[in-house]
């Protein structure tokens, strides 16, 4: 078994961009998918709050993302 390594830093023009904007930017585009399927599903009068529903989600996303993927 390979031991774990720590994700690099990405180069941007001579710029370090920490990992974490790396998950940040992907659980952003998860939840562009997750609010079209809930659109199309019509889905979204479920919730009393969307946007607060949306921004729980989001965490959930990344928060997930970390843990799952280091």
């Known amino acids: 078994m390979k031991p774990m390594r720590a994700p690099s830093d990405i180069d941007l023009g001579g710029v370090l961009?920490?990992?974490?904007?790396?998950?940040?930017?992907?659980?952003?585009?998860?939840?562009?998918?997750?609010?079209?399927?809930v659109g199309r599903l019509r889905l979204r009068s479920m919730f009393a709050n969307p946007p607060l529903a949306e921004a729980a989600l989001y965490v959930c996303i990344v928060g997930s993302l970390i843990a799952f993927w280091i």
């Open 17 to 37: 961009v920490d990992p974490f904007v790396r998950y940040l930017f992907l659980a952003f585009v998860i939840l562009i998918a997750v609010r079209f399927a």
